[in-house]
């Protein structure tokens, strides 16, 4: 599962996207039980709680060694595969440095990307609730998609076939074009939200669908 938290030091946010209805009713119970977690809204396999108290350590977060440094931890904290994802705003590199090293005395660090603040589209990325783009896919869906980007089948004109990339993964074209159309379609399902943000022109969704 993925895991985004907004905190404001008294009570947390928390956003939790799973694979299937069956694991958010568990997760749910979870955190209804562990830390008397309030359901806030809910979907077929996303829902948003909120907690009753904050659930991490003002001194030893994260958010609390960048503040000691003179830095700023900007929402949300996305939790994955075992590891926290942060982004950091500092005011020089020495800050980000000594950040870095604070948080290396509590755990493992790996620094993705640094940018100078004048290159962060700030304004235009907060408040977008991060999406996990690979819920709801299974390993054959993935599998599909990434050999098909690989062989170029989506490239204008494609430098494939679809009915040789079959043939190598072992799979009639049929079923090897189910797989891949389903794996398409939960990417767009999983990216919709931020596809939504972004689409300026669009103010409802004619037919089958949502509306942003």
């Avoid at 958010?63 to 982004?87: N, Q």
């Avoid at 799979?171 to 689409?199: C, F, W």
Wanted: proline fraction near 2%; glycine fraction near 8%; charged fraction near 25%.
């Amino acid at each position: 599962m993925e895991m985004s938290t907004w905190c404001n030091v008294d009570k947390e946010v928390i956003r939790v996207i799973v694979l299937n209805e069956s694991q958010l009713r568990e997760v749910v119970s979870y955190a209804r039980e562990k830390f008397g977690a309030r359901l806030l809204a809910s979907g077929l396999n996303s829902a948003l709680l909120a907690s009753c108290d904050c659930m991490c350590d003002e001194y030893n977060s994260s958010a609390g060694i960048a503040d000691r440094y003179g830095s700023w931890s900007v929402p949300p904290t996305t939790y994955f595969g075992g590891w926290e994802t942060h982004r950091i705003i500092s005011r020089n590199k020495l800050s980000l440095k000594k950040f870095a090293d604070g948080v290396k005395k509590i755990g493992k660090i790996e620094i993705v990307a640094v940018r100078e603040r004048d290159q962060l589209d700030m304004l235009n990325s907060l408040g977008v609730v991060p999406i996990h783009f690979f819920g709801g896919l299974t390993n054959r869906q993935l599998r599909a998609i990434v050999t098909a980007y690989e062989n170029g089948l989506f490239e204008v004109p494609a430098r494939t076939k679809m009915d040789r990339i079959a043939k190598a993964e072992g799979l009639s074209r049929s079923t090897y074009g189910e797989h891949l159309r389903k794996a398409m379609l939960q990417l767009v399902e999983n990216s919709y939200p931020i596809l939504k943000l972004y689409d300026k022109g669009s103010v409802q969704t004619l037919g089958k669908g949502r509306t942003g």
